[in-house]
Each structure stands twice: as structure tokens, then as C-alpha cells.
């Protein structure tokens, strides 16, 4: 970490996007993580994402867990709300938010000892029942802040620091979103922020429950010699399906490509995902062959990353749920208490 | 031994098989008793088991209104089940009356002779009637209910209006349920002795009371607070308030579109539950689970978050016997210290206890103006016996120009103003600092809310002055509690005494009781009912007001003993245990037994006696 404070002056010409804002905007604090932090880059791409995207920060609200990824959200969006809940709970407290009002961008950071060790119950939940969110887990196999234990996300024969092999089969967080229902589901690496800013842009903009495993190295812990979990390693597997464009609804497509090699999906705001495949007969829109697909590319040892799986006209959990329009947090006296006159017949009927 | 002659105050007491369909046809007998005008006191005792094991219904019949258990024996037992026919003959006291199925003849070893028995061939009058099984077993039930209105002199009329009611939106099962119980009344009138000696007489004793359980008057306390989003996880006792807030939601809450103005999420575990109920208060609704000890186990992190992150948040728990799963069909008063004190670190939390089904409406309400208002959690401390029984209470009452108070909570305008908002900021000295609901104002008002200590601005710190601060601020919110809390009630004896009596809670009625029963004595004592924590400063002036104080509870430990000795330092010695806690729950007998027996051992003389 740095401990130079940034500088409160910036260039008079910096870049303003629709809602006239900066991207310096949308940043936090300074970052508090090793220098070199995977999650940094992670910060730096949800930053972009958002401010391409012209998302008002004070719509926003970033929650997360515990842990070095759960640290992050003080690091960007520094006019959002944020809360920093309790280890592994985040998706709850999430839901809990959603529910309360319908209006806001949901966004949850986490990491893979948050929600795939303590917290693998609360994702699966949050996937399962849709929550309109888009859920990022900054996934590095270890526990950082007590020093490089093995997470549930680590590769069974990775090995640590001091070269011991992980025994347990690893969680990919990534087929079970597929199989809980989730309706976007992308996978990215930290080091390829190309890939990683439409991914996330992508995301924000899908209704419905949006999760990105981002593969992000950790300096301290993870990036040696025998880590499936390294910049060295993740770069020499990477296999993405393919690469993605966000085109928001206001501007217009200009670009020609070769017929076939490109796909567009209009997502429900309108949003058009331009698809390039770079894996031949990869298709988004198969749940089922996005499962077997991922089992055979990670038998294969690869580590497929790209836009995997969409579902542009998914339904939420307020469409399951029926809730009113309106944000729940808004209503009145008038709209949720039902009077006196009605009590006096409830009293009625109970005697 | 001559039976036993009693009007309008006796107990009758069914015994059933699970899942036999009894409830609703003990719940029909119980409604006849109060459309009498003669107050009935049900109490289901069931086992945790969904068909086949023995359950009962006790009803007691009070003209004086006592809806305490009474405890002891039974006047009248109806056996209707087989597996427990001794121990349902033994529990009869002598005198009193055995009602039972003699389509199979039985032993006379099997019977009493000190009581009187009643047979009447139940199931081969159904066997005539009906053909299909189910009904066979089904309108069993009611012909018993006909067959009861006769021996205890019910009028018929009553209970075909409440058959009426019971299937106005199922007309055409009106008609044959008022020919089963026809069936059984015209049996009992014809081949037995009417009425017997125990007897229902019309009065006026019921009034306007109503006739509810305190789980559904919770959850309808919760409408009307207008909370709007509930999160709860399955468990016995409390499943029932969740599911009752879902029906009076269905009523209420659905606008014309047909949409839902409130969201009810059952989540995965109370972990869950608790987290959103977190989450939707932080972001400015009104929030509430309801659960049991086991539940109030798994939300301990959580609890402790939102004790010092300061969110506000409703938790109903509905107490059952524990430790561990304990006995999760029976009662006690065993969470007040693991709520009290709910999570590690220096913790300690609002706590209300509602004595009826009346209380447990107007807490409820009031508990979601507590919590907002303290920006903490808030528990509302019902039990099983008060949770899951339905009982006489008070009416509801509602004034349409009350208003939710959401407490300290910054506008978009106060911040356009330029106003200097701290989240953690005391700017009125009570230590409640305001806060803003996400979302409100373009760019001001934005924090970052934790777990981990931050200073006044809620930026991260780990400075122990600023912790400490913090810390201690939190101790000035909890005594600006005090005095917003429901207030103690106090009612002292008609003569002067030194000896007292702290009670709370579903204790209230046996409490009541008991003390007519020490008057009656010439044991005077004085009661203070105490209904939250923190507690109010009258609570320690009511100790040391008297020598002797008798905290009277419903569990092992002397619960609300141990906080009173700790957060009012009173000395141990001047506290006397009174416990019940073996799952049922407490009678009068129970409290005023030990109480008058150290009266007389402290040879306390009532003051105007001792008077030359």
C-alpha cells in the first residue's frame, strides 16, 4: 500500500461522461492492499465500469463480507453507500437491501474464503432466488489477512507458500451459479481488464442475478511457483470464450463483422451485449452446455473465462415476490397501515 | 365420593391422538364456552410430531377470568385416546368426570370408581352414520362436541352458529357438521344423565374481549407499524407469527394493481433472516423476523453488527424450553440473558415483555418506533404458551393519527443545507447520532457502515480513544432507552408490606392470580410487572423499597434475577427465586406456595393486624 494521500486537484479536461462526472467520481479511498494486489485492478475496473456506464454513485450501494476483497469497496465509489457486513454474509444483508428498495444498483464485492468457505450457503441462496444484483467474487484461493491459509476455491494439489499441497477438491463458484440459477455468469481474471470492464459493465446493466469470478492473484500469498491461483499460471491457462462489447441503447452499431462470428443480446434495459466468439460453437444462452463445457475445459486444466451465460429477459425476485413498484422503503402510513375501522372488525371476527 | 358441582369454573381436558383432526373441533367447544359469555381458557399441549402421538387440550373455564393455568388435576376428562388412557384416568381429580368411547367395552380395572363415567359408543354411532373413514373420524369430533354441549348444559344454537361461521366460505359442509353434532347432543340427551354437575351458565364475564394467540396479534402489530419487510426462518413456536404477518399482509397490503406492498422472504437459516432483516433496515424499511432460542443462537454475529453499526431491527422471539433443541413444544422464559447480551464484545439490547396477546400487539407496534427511533435491535420477548394459545385479551386499539416515528434520519434537504453530518455524531447529547437512509442526496450523506471501528464520521480507525468513545456513547444511547421503553407497572397491595414481587411476561396471569390467592392468605405483597430491558429507574426504587423481592420466572437459571443483581447492582440476598421451568406453564399455586411459605417463616404479620 501507499500512504501518499491522491491529490485533490485533477486535469480541468478530464474525460466527463453523460451525468458530467469524472471518473474520479466514482473512486474511494486509497487502497490499503499490497501494492500489486490483484483486487486493486479489480477496483480500478469496477471504477471504469461505472463511470462508463454513467451510473449516479449515490445510487449505488456496495456491500460486502470480510476479508481483503470485502475490504475493497472503501477504494472506489466513495459517494456510494456502502456496507461492510459480517464474514461470509453479504449476500443476506444484500438481498435484505433489495428488498427495501428496488431502485438501486446493487453491487456486492466478495472474495472465495467469503462465499465459497463461510458464505457458500448465503451465495447459493442469493443466486437461487435472483436477487437483481451483480456480485463479483475477487477469487485468489487464500486467506490474505491471516496469512496464506488454503481457501475452498483453491485447486486440489496447488500448493502454498511453504509447499504443501491443498488436499481438497476446489469450489468452482462459477458452475454452481450455473446450476443455482443465476442469469449472468462471467468469469474474468484481474490481469486482463479488457476482458474484465465490459464483463462488468455487462453485469450492472443485466436484471436479474449477475455473478463475475474474477481470478485475481494474490502478491503475498498465492503468486509463487505451484499456485494455480498466480499471475504466471492464470495467464498461461486462460481460455476465454469470448470477447465482449457493451453497447448501452443510445448508441448506434456501426461496426461489421464477418456473419456468424458475432452475436448481439439486447439485454431488458436495452443494453446490447456484442459477443465475439473466440471459442467455436460456445453458445451463452445453453445453461446445460455451458455446465459440460466448464467440466471439460477444467479437466483439461484450463481456466475458461469470458461471458458464459445470459439470460437477457430473466425475472428477478421482486417479479417472484409480486412487490409493488415502488420502493418498500418510501411507503407511508396511508399505503401500509391499515386504520382504525379495519381493527374494529378484525376485533370483530375474534370473538 | 359425590361429583363434583361447579358452574363456570372448572377444567376440561381432551386427550387426543395427532393429527386426528381434534383441534378444530376442541377449538369449536372452547368458542362455545366464550359465546356463553363464560371466559375459556385453551391451552394445546402437543408433542413435537406431526400425526400419531398423544396430544391434549385443556380448557379452563373461568367466570373470574383467570386464563393462568390452574394446574392440579382435571375436572372432566374427555379420552379419546387409547395410548394414554391411565395416565388421562389418574389425572382426573376425585370427584370429578371421565367422558369416553365405550363402543369397545373396557375392564373395570381401567376405570375409577371415585369419579364418574360417562360412555357413550362414539365410533359405532359413526359407523352407522358414515361410510368413508375420513369422515368416520372426522365428525367423531363434532358428535363429541354435541354429545359435551348437552352434559354441560351449552345451548345448541350457539354452537351451530359458530359451525356456520366456521364453513360460511364451504356452505354445503355446514349442514352435515350441524346434523353430527345434533347426532351427539341428541345421543347424550337421550341415553345420559343432563346436565352433569359441572355446568356452563350464560354471563356477561367475556365482554368485548377478543379471542386471539399472541403470535397473530404480533404480526398484525406488525402491519400496523408498517413494516414491510419480514425475513424468518421455520421454527416452532414462532412459525406462526411469519406466516400470520403473510395472511394479514394478503388483507391488507395489496394495492390495486395486485401487487405486494411488503416483501416476506423465508430464508435458508436465521443467519439469513437476520442479515436481511440488516439489510432492508439499513436502507430505511421496516424490518422484523421472528424466531426461537436456536435462532437467537445463529444470529449472534449479526446481532452484535447491528448493535454497533447502530441499525435498527425487530426480532420476535417466541420462547421454548432449552438448551439446545431442549423441548421445543413446551414454554419457559430461558432467552433473557442470550438476548440481553446477544454477541461477543460489550453488548446489550432492548428488550420489551408482552404479557398477553394484547401486548403483543401494541409492543409490536411500538417495538419498530423503538428500534428506529434507538437505531438498534429490539427483541420482543413472546413465549409458547402466549405465542402459540389462543386467549382473551383486551380489544385492539389504533389511533389513525399516529404516526411512524423513524427517528433521527437526515433529509435530502438537511443535507443540501450543508448540515455537518456525522454518522456516529452526538449532536443532541442522548447519544442517538442521525442517519441517512442510501440513495437520498446526490452528494452528501454517503458513509460507509461496519463492523470494525470507525470515528464520528464513520471512517475506519482503530484509534482506542475514538473507540472508546464510541463505545461509551453507545452505553448514553442505552439510558436514553430507559425512559423510552414501555414503563414498569406497579400495583401495590391493599395493606402495607415490606415483601415484593418482580414478575413478567405470560407470568402475569398466574401472577394475578397468586396474589389473590396470598391476599386471601392475609399474605400482602407488592407487584411489579416489569415489561422491558433496560430497566427503568422505578424498578430498582421498587427494590429497595422492600426487604424482600420475589422474582418469579419461567426458568433454571433466575434469568431476569441475574440481570437485575447485574445492570442495578442489587445485592443477591434481597432477590428470592421463585421458578417454574419444567415446560408447562406456571400456575398461581406455583408462585404463591414458596411465597407464603416464607411469609410465614419471616413470620410476617400483616401491619393491621399486629395493630393493638
Redesign the interface.
Known amino acids: 500500500m501507499t500512504y501518499l494521500p491522491k491529490p485533490r486537484l485533477h486535469h480541468p479536461e478530464l474525460p466527463r461522461n453523460d451525468l458530467g462526472f469524472t471518473r474520479r467520481d466514482y473512486e474511494g479511498a486509497i487502497s490499503t492492499l499490497c501494492a500489486g494486489c490483484g483486487h486493486d485492478s479489480i477496483s480500478a475496473a469496477i471504477i471504469h465500469a461505472c463511470f462508463e456506464l454513467s451510473l ?4 449505488i ?1 456496495k ?1 460486502s463480507g470480510i476479508g481483503c476483497s470485502s475490504k475493497t ?2 477504494y472506489f465509489l ?9 464474514h461470509g ?1 453479504m ?11 428496488r ?2 444498483i446493487y453491487l456486492g464485492v466478495s472474495g472465495d474464503g467469503d462465499s465459497a468457505s463461510i458464505g457458500l ?2 451465495f ?2 442469493a443466486m437461487r ?1 435472483g436477487v437483481n444484483m451483480t456480485y463479483i467474487v475477487e477469487n485468489n484461493g487464500v486467506y490474505g489477512l491471516t496469512k496464506g491459509q488454503f481457501s475452498a476455491t483453491a485447486d486440489r494439489g496447488a500448493k502454498n507458500k511453504s509447499g504443501v499441497a491443498n488436499n481438497d477438491e476446489a469450489i468452482d463458484l462459477v458452475s454452481m451459479a450455473l446450476q443455482l440459477g443465476a442469469t449472468f455468469i462471467g468469469r474474468g481474471f484481474s490481469g486482463d481488464k479488457t476482458q474484465l470492464v465490459p464483463l462488468i459493465k455487462a453485469a450492472l446493466s443485466h436484471r436479474g442475478a449477475a455473478f463475475i469470478d474474477v481470478v485475481s492473484p494474490c502478491v503475498a500469498f498465492n503468486n509463487h511457483a505451484g499456485s494455480t491461483k498466480s499471475f504466471d499460471y492464470v495467464r498461461e491457462h486462460n481460455e476465454a470464450v469470448n470477447f465482449l462489447d457493451v453497447i448501452l441503447s443510445r448508441a448506434e452499431i456501426v461496426t461489421e463483422y464477418a456473419p456468424g462470428s458475432v452475436r448481439e443480446v439486447t439485454q431488458h434495459d436495452g443494453s446490447v451485449l456484442r459477443l465475439r466468439k473466440l471459442a467455436e460453437d460456445y453458445d451463452v444462452s445453453d445453461r446445460i452446455a455451458a455446465c459440460a463445457y466448464l467440466q471439460h475445459r477444467h479437466a483439461a486444466g484450463e481456466i475458461v473465462t469470458g461471458l458464459l451465460y445470459v439470460d437477457p429477459e430473466a425475472e428477478e425476485m ?1 417479479d417472484y ?5 415502488e420502493p ?6 396511508a ?6 375501522g ?2 374494529a372488525k ?2 370483530a371476527g ?2 | 365420593m359425590r361429583p363434583l358441582e361447579s358452574v363456570n369454573d372448572f377444567v376440561v381436558k381432551f386427550a387426543n391422538v395427532n393429527g386426528s383432526g381434534s383441534a378444530s373441533s376442541n377449538q369449536l367447544f372452547a368458542r362455545a364456552i ?1 359465546r356463553m359469555g363464560v371466559p375459556a381458557t385453551p391451552r394445546n399441549i402437543f408433542p413435537s410430531n406431526i400425526q400419531g402421538l398423544p396430544t391434549w387440550y385443556e380448557i379452563r373455564v373461568s367466570e373470574a377470568g383467570h386464563t393462568a393455568a390452574r394446574g392440579g388435576g382435571v375436572d372432566m376428562m374427555v379420552a379419546m385416546n387409547p395410548q394414554t388412557w391411565d395416565q388421562d384416568v389418574r389425572s382426573v381429580e376425585p370427584g370429578g368426570y371421565l367422558f369416553y368411547d365405550s363402543t369397545k367395552a373396557m375392564p373395570a380395572s381401567r376405570f375409577r370408581t371415585d369419579i364418574t363415567v360417562i360412555g357413550m359408543p362414539l365410533t359405532a354411532i359413526c359407523n352407522d352414520e358414515y361410510t368413508d373413514p375420513r369422515q368416520r373420524q372426522l365428525f367423531k369430533n363434532i358428535i363429541y362436541v354435541g354429545a359435551l354441549s348437552a352434559l354441560l348444559g351449552i345451548e345448541s344454537d350457539v354452537v351451530e352458529t359458530l359451525l356456520r361461521e366456521q364453513f360460511r366460505s364451504k356452505e354445503k359442509l355446514i349442514a352435515p357438521n350441524i346434523h353430527a353434532m345434533h347426532l351427539g347432543r341428541d345421543f347424550a340427551l337421550k341415553n345420559l344423565t343432563c346436565p352433569i354437575g359441572l355446568r356452563i351458565r350464560r354471563s356477561e364475564a ?1 365482554g ?5 394467540d399472541g403470535n397473530a396479534a404480533a404480526a ?1 402489530g406488525c ?4 413494516a ?2 419480514a ?1 424468518w426462518y421455520p421454527i416452532t413456536p414462532s412459525s406462526s407469527l411469519a406466516e400470520a404477518f403473510a395472511k394479514y399482509c394478503k388483507k ?2 395489496t ?1 390495486l ?9 423465508q ?3 436465521e ?15 421496516r ?1 422484523f423476523t421472528a424466531t426461537s432460542g436456536p435462532g437467537i443462537s445463529l444470529m449472534q ?2 446481532l452484535g ?1 447491528a448493535y454497533f453499526a447502530e441499525i435498527p431491527a425487530v426480532i420476535f422471539d417466541v420462547q421454548r424450553a432449552g438448551p439446545s433443541t431442549g423441548m421445543p413444544t413446551r414454554t419457559q422464559q430461558c432467552d433473557v440473558l442470550s438476548c440481553a447480551y446477544a454477541s461477543h464484545g460489550d453488548t446489550k439490547h432492548v428488550l420489551l415483555f408482552p404479557e398477553d396477546a394484547h401486548e403483543c400487539f401494541t409492543m409490536a407496534a411500538d417495538s419498530f418506533d423503538l428500534a428506529d427511533r434507538l437505531q438498534t435491535p429490539v427483541f420482543v420477548m413472546l413465549d409458547l404458551d402466549m405465542g402459540m394459545n389462543d386467549r382473551l385479551c383486551a ?6 393519527a ?3 416515528d423513524r427517528g433521527k434520519v437526515m433529509t435530502s434537504e438537511a443535507l443540501e443545507s450543508g448540515v455537518d453530518f456525522g454518522r456516529y455524531l452526538d449532536v443532541d447529547g442522548d447519544g442517538i447520532p442521525y442517519r ?8 452528501r ?8 471501528s470507525r470515528d464520528v464520521y464513520a471512517k ?1 480507525t482503530e484509534d482506542g480513544t475514538v473507540y472508546q468513545d464510541n463505545m461509551e456513547r453507545l452505553l448514553r444511547k442505552f439510558e436514553t432507552a430507559k425512559q423510552l421503553v414501555p414503563h414498569p407497572v406497579r400495583r401495590d397491595a391493599a395493606t402495607p408490606t415490606r415483601l415484593g414481587a418482580i414478575y413478567y411476561g405470560s407470568t402475569a396471569a398466574a401472577m394475578d392470580e397468586a396474589v389473590e390467592l396470598l391476599a386471601a392468605e392475609d399474605v400482602a405483597i407488592d407487584c411489579l410487572r416489569v415489561r422491558a430491558f433496560p430497566f427503568h429507574d422505578d424498578v430498582k426504587r421498587f427494590v429497595a423499597e422492600h426487604d424482600q423481592v420475589f422474582v418469579v420466572e419461567q426458568n433454571r437459571d433466575a434469568q431476569l434475577r441475574t440481570l437485575l443483581m447485574v445492570e442495578c447492582e442489587i445485592d443477591p440476598a434481597k432477590l428470592v427465586r421463585v421458578l417454574h421451568w419444567d415446560g408447562s406453564p406456571i400456575t398461581a399455586r406455583i408462585i404463591a406456595d414458596p411465597i407464603a411459605e416464607l411469609a410465614s417463616a419471616l413470620k410476617i404479620v400483616p401491619l393491621r393486624k399486629a395493630a393493638p
Not at chain 1, 335 to 340: F, R, V
Not at chain 2, 395 to 400: G, I, K
Not at chain 2, 436 to 443: C, L, M, N, S, V
Open positions: 449516479p454513485p449515490h445510487r450501494a456491500l469497496p472503501t466513495g459517494n456510494s453507500h456502502g456496507f461492510n457486513s459480517v454474509r449476500p443476506s444483508v444484500l438481498t435484505g437491501a433489495n428488498l427495501a428498495n431502485d438501486l450457503g448465503q447459493a441462496h432466488r421482486h415476490l409480486g412487490t409493488a413498484i418498500l422503503n418510501g411507503l407511508m402510513e399505503e401500509l397501515c391499515p386504520g382504525a379495519a381493527l378484525v376485533n375474534l370473538r | 366464550l367475556v368485548d374481549r377478543v379471542f386471539i398484525l402491519v400496523y407499524a408498517g414491510t419487510v425475513a391488507y397490503r394495492d394493481d395486485g401487487k405486494n406492498k411488503y416483501a416476506i422472504v430464508a435458508e437459516d443467519l439469513a433472516s437476520i442479515g436481511m432483516v440488516i439489510g432492508a433496515a439499513w436502507n430505511g424499511a424490518a454475529e449479526f453488527l380489544p385492539f386499539e389504533w389511533d389513525d399516529r404516526r411512524m441517512t437512509y442510501p440513495g437520498t442526496h446526490g452528494k450523506g454517503a458513509f460507509f457502515t461496519r463492523g470494525t475506519y
